[in-house]
């Protein structure tokens, strides 16, 4: 058997691996490449292997560095079955077609600003037909049942607790008589956060591959976040009297936000409250999260039964139109307003930025990462004064950042995972972690749980199992 490294490794993003055994050939995730200059090159560059060539693909969840190659991977002949969770299918539905928009954008913008100088035409990377045809080869697979894609291969998924819909893929490989069984953790939750459940621990595997996205770091508490947030906007709307601004992803952070405000409140530590969902992809995020609620955590269903029948205390609007949402402009206080992107880069947020960060009666709650270069990311770091529109905008909101928010394991979420297997693995690979991150992790995992082999593979790289 043997297993190549694609993506997702030296880097968090493009998450892609590559099994060949028992004449088979298939992928675990085929994800895009984000941030960074090189990133665009790097989705463009041709496939490894022919995509033709594939003959199905297990997907751990629906985040772009996960799943945002897909459909190039069927433009260029993958004609194979993609087996993920009904959630993550859904969530697919809206974020493949969102991300193929997104490329034919780009092209179209930079072909305007070429038409000048007649360099060549630029091409999306993907379009939105090429997006429908993946979402036609999604094959439903559920949580904790066992799927066989191949007679030489079963798989379970298991709940990894990241986002709605994310999955430990438990795969046996049959070869030669010999059964291998590998361990994927695709992207692993950090356990009694809001929304989704705990990471299923799991106690074998003949190889593993682990994320390590914070494998270098421990999150803040959660009681002492939820403390943060509480005085933040207690602060803003009872003393300041002004609005309170947070950018959100509009798939899971903008869903927790809303189970957060919703549970304080209903436990007494949040004033009344209007709040504005100003995304249409965050609403229908929350639609597809209500409809699975059966597979979040228990907690979660209580609480949102309760929000919709709270009237007075605490109302939610999901705003559409852009004509309602330009008319949040005028709100001057009393407000709570999510909206996208998450940094604020793009999208319905920089407006808001725009008529409220120049205001010290205003709070900016950031509840996410803000990658570098990002305009999250130089406010996040003191800017006096950002640029929207073109327009100077003075920062004199108050800036909080809550930390303790991650949709990943920290340190000891990652070693405590690790923990439930009962005897070392033969081989583990650290993956999804920058590459200082991931080494000081796969050392820890060596030292801590005494496990012989473990390495932190390159890009391409290929092992044999
Ligand atoms: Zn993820």
């Known amino acids: 058997m043997k297993l190549t490294f694609h993506g997702g490794v030296e ?22 490449f984000q941030g960074g200059r090189e990133a665009d090159g790097r989705n ?61 954008k780009e092209a179209q913008w930079r072909n305007e600003a070429r038409n000048a100088s007649r360099a060549r035409a630029s091409k999306p990377i993907y379009t939105a037909r090429d997006a429908e045809r ?32 994310s999955a430990i893929i438990e795969a ?14 695709g992207d692993i939750g950090q356990p009694a956060r809001p929304l989704v459940r705990d990471p299923t621990p799991v106690s074998e595997a003949d190889f593993v591959l682990v994320e390590s996205t914070y494998g270098n770091r421990l999150h803040r508490s959660m009681a002492a976040t939820l403390a943060e947030l509480e005085h933040a906007i207690t602060d803003t709307l009872t003393r300041k009297q002004g609005n309170v601004i947070v950018p959100a992803f509009a798939v899971g952070r903008a869903q927790e936000m809303l189970y957060l405000l919703a549970d304080l409140h209903r436990k007494g530590r949040l004033p009344p409250m209007k709040i504005y969902v100003d995304s249409p992809m965050a609403m229908q995020a929350t639609q597809i999260t209500l409809r699975h609620m059966a597979i979040l955590d228990p907690d979660t269903a209580e609480v949102m039964n309760w929000a919709r029948k709270q009237h007075n205390g605490m109302q939610v609007n ?28 793009a999208g319905r947020i920089k407006h808001h930025l725009r008529h409220n960060l120049g205001h010290r009666e205003n709070t900016l709650l950031i509840t996410g990462f803000q990658a570098a270069g990002t305009l999250g990311r130089r406010i996040v770091d003191g800017a006096k004064e950002v640029r929207l529109f073109g327009i100077p905008v003075p920062v004199r909101a108050d800036v909080y950042t809550i930390g303790g928010l991650s949709a990943h ?7 405590g995972w690790l923990g439930h297997f009962r005897r070392a693995p033969a081989h583990t690979f650290v993956v999804h972690g920058e590459a200082e991150t991931a080494a000081m992790f796969a050392a820890l995992v060596r030292d801590k749980l005494g496990w012989p082999d473990v390495v932190v593979p390159r890009t391409h790289a290929g092992v044999t199992i």
Not at 174 to 181: A, C, D, M, Q
């Open 318 to 345: 999901f705003v559409q139109d852009v004509e309602e949402s330009i008319a949040l402009h005028q709100i001057k206080h009393g407000a709570i307003i999510i909206s996208a992107s998450g940094m604020c880069d």
């Open 134 to 165: 993946a979402l036609k080869q999604l094959r439903v697979v559920a949580y904790n049942e066992t799927v066989q894609p191949h007679p030489a291969l079963r798989c379970i998924y298991r709940d990894a607790g990241h986002i709605l819909g």
């Open 409 to 415: 394991a920290d340190q000891g979420a990652l070693l």
């Open 11 to 32: 880097g968090v993003t493009g998450s892609c691996h590559h099994v060949e055994a028992a004449g088979l050939q298939f992928l675990v995730d085929c994800g895009m």
């Open 172 to 185: 046996w490989i049959s070869e030669g008589g010999r059964t291998t069984k590998g361990v994927f953790s």
């Open 44 to 104: 463009r560059a041709p496939f490894a292997f022919k995509p033709r060539d594939i003959d199905f693909v297990l997907l751990t969840h629906a985040h772009i560095d996960h799943s945002g190659l897909l459909p190039r991977l069927a433009a260029e002949g993958f004609a194979g079955p993609i087996y993920a969770t009904a959630a993550t299918c859904d969530l697919l539905r809206v974020m493949l077609l969102d991300s193929a928009h997104i490329q034919e």
